[in-house]
């Protein structure tokens, strides 16, 4: 089993920052990729970002390419998503979610879910 639970969410103006993260516990060694998913209302989840929790490799959606990174610290089990020029689109909640059995990019594959941080971008 694994714990997830995102911190970080808040109210910002377009164009601002915002730096999410997600604490994990419990069998932690076994996330070999760990991502960021948002879902806006009325609207399907989608991926934002995704990290290897081994190697070095990163993957992002186009919408948010160039804007947000994800990273990692293994002593803490902790992964961030830090957010810059930020959108009123971006508004969603945000989920981290950990080891895929299938496909990063499907929140289908996912097997461990946070509860979801909100995150809104007033204009």
């Known amino acids: 089993q694994v714990q997830l639970v995102e911190s970080g969410g808040g109210l910002v103006q377009s164009g601002g920052s915002l730096r999410l993260s997600c604490a994990a516990s419990?069998?932690?060694?076994?996330?070999?990729?760990m991502a960021w998913f948002r879902q806006a209302p009325g609207k399907e989840r989608e991926f934002a970002a995704a990290?290897?929790?081994?190697?070095?490799?990163?993957y992002y959606a186009d919408s948010v390419k160039g804007r947000f990174t994800i990273s990692r610290d293994n002593a803490k089990n902790t992964m961030y998503l830090q957010m810059s020029s930020l959108k009123p689109e971006d508004t969603a909640v945000y989920y981290c979610?950990?080891?895929?059995?299938?496909?990063?990019?499907?929140?289908?594959?996912?097997?461990?879910w946070g509860q979801g941080t909100q995150v809104t971008v007033s204009s």
């Open positions: 990290i290897g929790w081994v190697t070095d490799s990163t």
């Open positions: 979610a950990a080891r895929p059995s299938g496909g990063i990019y499907s929140p289908l594959s996912y097997t461990y």
């Open positions: 419990g069998r932690t060694f076994s996330n070999n990729v």
